[in-house]
């Protein structure tokens, strides 16, 4: 629709990527799906080059259709970024973008709190084509400079980190990582774009797992790269090397999920809040992890940098035996237990920091569960979990 850079993003969320009357008065975009594009001239096939700064031209299926850059350009503007690729998952976005800037022989720093695939691709496909990888503790901050080498490359960062929740210092790493020609990667799949601006707090390359809320129905599979100027090529050059696209189903998909985002997160976001507040209240658990309480790592700076905290958290409980674990998780019946986060539906997954961490050591011998808030009306939600507690202490009281 017209020029939405002076809507809030609430209504921009109704606006972008939308042209009715460019396609028969149609509310939403169809999904353009293609491989073959023809030309009609000779003049018009040899001009069908596109260059790796440019986008919008439709010249071929998998260059992109204009769903695609119609989802593209919603998500640039939302993020506050020069220009966005989507891609079919947020590991993609990750792998992608490292791709894009590194090369043999630099060193890559990761936060330790960092999204676990996206490790294991480090860990594996980059170091066996040269990269060094290396691992930062998430509070470190400006102190991160400590461990820059004269080849680091680029900083992997992830605020916060998605089971543990530290909150990063993405300001004060861009500031000592810019003075060094070093770049700044941030996975904002957390916070998404309405709650955390990026490109506002000196990041170069922002991810999403658009996964999670973005598309918030647990239906798609897609990721975003969005990007300042200077990192355009490298990325739109990367994606188009890789083969990579979103289908242009997924891409519509995508596009609608966006329309409810704002809603879907306001609800989430007091729910989420309320139920880690009712839950640290709780005998059974130690600790609650969310970066908008007082006692989350960070939390000073969710204060000073975020808009708004999602509704994914975690809590620790007092240790207990595995049956305990089991008579609470095992008949929950609206937490479902299950990967990825973000939709309609409210879930509850176990994790185990400990083996997976390498900079810094996760000690808390209490059970980790990670909790991502829903739909659904918060009387239920506490009903459901105060009943698991229930099963759990008949286990522990036999
Ligand atoms: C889920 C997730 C990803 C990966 O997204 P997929 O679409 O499942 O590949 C990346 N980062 C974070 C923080 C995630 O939670």
Redesign the pocket.
């Known amino acids: 629709m017209s020029d939405s850079r002076s809507y809030t993003d609430a209504t921009r969320l109704t606006t972008l990527g939308r042209a009715p009357h460019d396609y028969h008065g149609l509310v939403n975009l169809p999904a353009h799906r293609g491989s073959t594009v023809l030309f009609p001239t000779l003049a018009e096939f040899e001009n069908s080059h596109v260059r790796p700064d440019e986008t919008g031209r439709v010249t071929y299926g998998l260059l992109g259709t204009p769903t695609t850059f119609a989802v593209e350009t919603a998500v640039a503007e939302l993020e506050g970024a020069h220009g966005a690729c989507v891609v079919p998952?947020?590991?993609a976005a990750?792998t992608t973008a490292l791709l894009a800037v590194l090369q043999a022989g630099d060193h890559l720093l990761i936060t330790d709190s960092a999204?676990g695939p996206g490790r294991r691709f480090s860990d594996h496909m980059l170091a066996r084509f040269g990269v060094e990888v290396e691992y930062y503790d998430p509070l470190l901050g400006a102190d991160i400079a400590r461990l820059f080498k004269p080849n680091t490359r680029a900083v992997l960062t992830?605020s916060p980190g998605?089971y543990t929740f530290e909150v990063q210092d993405i300001p004060a790493i861009a500031a000592v990582a810019h003075a060094h020609n070093i770049l700044v990667l941030l996975?904002n799949?957390?916070a998404t774009p309405l709650y955390f601006k990026p490109f506002a707090h000196g990041v170069d390359i922002s991810i999403h797992?658009a996964?999670?809320y973005m598309s918030g129905h647990s239906d798609v599979?897609a990721?975003t790269i969005t990007f300042t100027k200077a990192c355009e090529p490298l990325v739109r050059q990367t994606v188009r090397d890789l083969g990579i696209s979103l289908a242009p189903d997924d891409c519509y998909l995508l596009l609608r999920g966006l329309r409810s985002m704002d809603v879907r997160l306001k609800h989430q976001e007091k729910n989420a809040l309320e139920l880690a507040n009712w839950l640290a209240a709780r005998p059974e658990v130690k600790q609650v992890l969310h970066p908008a309480r007082p006692d989350c790592p960070g939390h000073a700076l969710w204060k000073r940098d975020f808009t708004g905290a999602s509704g994914l958290f975690s809590i620790i409980l007092h240790p207990l035996e595995k049956a305990a674990l089991s008579a609470f998780l095992d008949h929950l019946s609206l937490f479902g237990m299950g990967f990825?986060w973000g939709g309609f539906e409210s879930l509850i997954v176990p994790c185990n920091p400990r083996p997976i961490r390498t900079a810094t050591a996760w000690a808390e011998p209490g059970q980790l569960l990670r909790i991502s808030v829903g739909l659904e009306h918060l009387d239920d939600l506490k009903a459901d979990l105060a009943a698991g507690f229930a099963r759990m202490s008949a286990v522990l009281g036999d």
Request: glycine residues 12%.
């Open positions: 998952s947020g590991l990750i999204y992830e998605s996975d799949t957390w797992a996964t999670k599979l990721g990825s």
